[in-house]
């Protein structure tokens, strides 16, 4: 579980940005918002590299190079549709599994009564994608949701992990 390394890049900056955010007027924290969005999107970007090059790699040294090449440039497609997508390209059944797997997390997050992962990792992806390309948070986007969107991808992270080991 390689991967979760990259997690620490933002889990440093966010300890710092905790105790920021409490004084920070509402654009302010608006901005730590978009910018902690965009960090947790490439930290997710690079785990999900390194999950389908070392899975690639574990086929075959051929298919790994291939998918190396392949997603050198992931470029944000980390929502959960493209997630399933670049699954399906694999075999259906990777892809079943992992919406089954993460269906499951989803539930069980609701059952406890901590939302819709699946919901708040969209919402981080748009945010992201929203402040990226138009420098601007959505209305629903706010610091507390970012949080839990990267929690929410955390999960998601884990779920492609147990669907190619």
């Known amino acids: 579980m390689l991967y979760k390394k990259h997690f620490r890049l933002v889990d440093d900056v966010v300890a710092h940005l905790d105790g920021a ?28 590299k390194q ?30 549709k493209d997630l399933k997508g670049m699954l399906e390209e694999f075999g259906g059944s990777y892809s079943s599994s992992f919406d089954q797997l ?7 997050s609701m059952r406890a009564r901590n939302g819709s992962i699946v919901a708040s990792y969209g919402n981080l992806i748009t945010c992201r994608h929203k402040f990226a390309h138009e420098g601007e948070v959505p209305n ?23 669907t190619l080991i």
Request: aromatic letters at 12%; hydrophobic letters at 40%.
């Open 140 to 162: 629903n986007s706010t610091y507390e949701e970012i949080k839990r969107g990267f929690a929410a991808g955390k999960v998601i992270l884990e779920c492609l992990h147990g």
């Open 51 to 80: 999950i389908v090059i070392e899975f690639a790699n574990s086929k075959s040294p051929v298919f790994g190079g291939y998918i190396n090449r392949k997603f050198d440039r992931l470029n944000a497609r980390v929502s959960y």
């Open 21 to 48: 955010i409490a004084s920070a007027d509402s654009f302010t924290k608006s901005r730590y918002a978009g910018f902690y969005a965009v960090s947790v999107a490439t930290v997710i970007e690079l785990s999900v």
């Open 102 to 108: 993460v269906k499951g997390a989803d539930e069980s």
